[in-house]
């Protein structure tokens, strides 16, 4: 059974930083591509961060990109994302995904989703 499940989030004042794990268990993540997203009350899922298989590439969305790094670690099938200078905007539930196609990834239509963990940022 391919699970993820993450860890990490909780409540941080504006300015403030956050590490999300995702744990895979019962595949080898190294051959999926990982993928990081958010949903906030009542708006739709936002794509926020992808890397490749191999970690060579990655891509952010404009609306994060210089404050969070996604990361991953094949040796603890691990998958990360640091998260720094919050705004009460990145307020969310926040989900890893993985799949073998980066572009399902990108797309937001990867085949395996976390259950999310949430995110606060207020003072």
């Known amino acids: 059974q391919l699970q993820l499940v993450e860890s990490g989030g909780g409540l941080v004042q504006p300015g403030g930083s956050l590490r999300l794990s995702c744990a895979a268990s019962g595949f080898n993540l190294d051959v999926y591509a990982i993928g990081w997203f958010r949903q906030a009350p009542g708006k739709e899922r936002e794509f926020l961060a992808a890397?490749?298989?191999?970690?060579?590439?990655?891509r952010y969305a404009d609306s994060v990109k210089g404050r969070f790094t996604i990361s991953r670690d094949n040796t603890r099938n691990m998958g990360y994302l640091q998260m720094n200078n919050l705004k009460p905007e990145d307020t969310a539930v926040y989900y890893c995904a993985a799949d073998q196609s980066f572009h399902n990834v990108l797309i937001i239509n990867p085949g395996s989703w976390g259950q999310g963990t949430q995110v606060t940022v207020s003072s």
């Open positions: 890397i490749i298989r191999g970690g060579g590439s990655t």
